[in-house]
């Protein structure tokens, strides 16, 4: 089993630190939770900056993962910060070609 933590956009990640080397994955929310097609909020983008650099200077192994507001036209820019993982609901369920927006946002990152 694996062990994550998790982070809502008000909250600093910061006060993570005492865990992070334990954890094997940190979940940072870019939307505020409760319900689906929020728009990004792009501070987020700030803790996954610091969560990729705080892990390269422990050698810790934990994955950054970022859910809430991601879609092709984000996701570039968020794996630029440094996550690995992304969840994105509404902007691949709400399209007709589901399949066609995945393989958009594979190819946006790819172009980086």
Known sequence: MLAGVSINPGT???PLMPVL??????????VNPGYGGQSFIEE???KVRWLFRVRG???WG??????????????ARIAEAGCDVVVAGSAVF??????EVIKEMRRSVQRG
Request: aromatic residues 2%; hydrophobic residues 40%.
């Open 21 to 30: 080397h334990m954890a094997d994955l940190v979940l940072v929310m870019s």
């Open 62 to 75: 934990y994955l950054i993962e970022m859910d809430g507001g991601v879609g092709p036209k984000n996701v």
């Open 44 to 46: 987020t983008l700030d």
């Open 12 to 14: 600093a990640a910061e």
């Open 57 to 59: 200077e422990h050698g």
């Open 94 to 99: 709400g399209q007709p070609e589901p399949s």
